[in-house]
């Protein structure tokens, strides 16, 4: 069974230009949800997608946007990057999107930095 | 909305000694209660959940949690600690068969030879 991963592992944009950060779900898993966690927080939840559409949303403005593909793994766009958007970016995968018994399985993360 | 605090934001404890990391939460019912390791450059790991019953949980690694509903509390708590334990913490919570984890700040665990 292969385990959450996300591509690049790394990568370095300046303020303006736009990122793409790629997420494949366990085998199995219809669900993604990501978080972004800043240096010294805890993540806080981005938005979840479920069987292609977006199935709830934290705090964060619309340049922060993303897609499923059928195959159920995931994509997070960022637009117009701020030197704020610098982080951890975790991608988490999930059984079904709700449930009481409903595990998220993180990948290793991407990190952002903005120059 | 809910919310997660984590008091202790550096913890060192000598290795082979007790270990409790706090964790407090506001929410107005019971949410579902986690408990995740980090580690540098690595994604989160699940070490234990409690969604209801037995208020004490058992976990991965040696690791247990209680929970106090009193206290809206979710303490975690190992009795001997290893130098591989040394991580980052998190506590979290999902309220009701939610979609969205929200976690604590998070308490950096260093453990001394």
């Known amino acids: 069974e292969t385990g959450v991963t996300q591509s690049p592992t790394h990568l370095i944009k300046t303020r303006g230009q736009q990122v793409t950060l790629r997420c494949s779900s366990q085998s199995g898993h219809n669900t993604v949800s990501w978080y972004q966690q800043a240096l010294g927080q805890g993540p806080q939840f981005i938005f979840q997608y479920y069987r292609e559409e977006e199935n709830g949303r934290g705090n964060f403005p619309p340049r922060f946007s993303g897609l499923q593909f059928p195959n159920y793994s995931s994509e997070l766009n960022v637009n117009a990057l701020e030197l704020d958007d610098s982080a951890l970016y975790l991608c988490a995968s999930s059984l079904e999107p709700r449930g009481a018994y409903n595990e998220q399985f993180f990948g290793p993360g991407t990190r952002l930095t903005v120059l | 909305a809910q919310s997660v605090t984590q008091p202790d934001i550096h913890i060192t404890v000598s290795e082979g000694a007790s270990l409790e990391l706090r964790c407090n939460y506001s929410y107005g019912a019971t949410p579902y209660l986690f408990w995740y390791v980090q580690s540098p450059g690595q994604g989160l790991q699940l070490l234990l959940k409690y969604f209801s019953g037995d208020t004490l949980v058992q976990g991965i690694k040696g690791f247990e949690a209680e929970f106090k509903r009193s206290q809206s509390s979710f303490n975690l708590r190992k009795p001997s600690v290893h130098w591989s334990d040394a991580a980052e913490y998190f506590c979290?919570?999902?309220?009701?068969?939610?979609?969205?984890?929200?976690f604590g700040g998070g308490t950096r665990l260093m453990v001394k030879p």
């Open positions: 979290a919570v999902r309220v009701n068969a939610g979609n969205m984890l929200t």
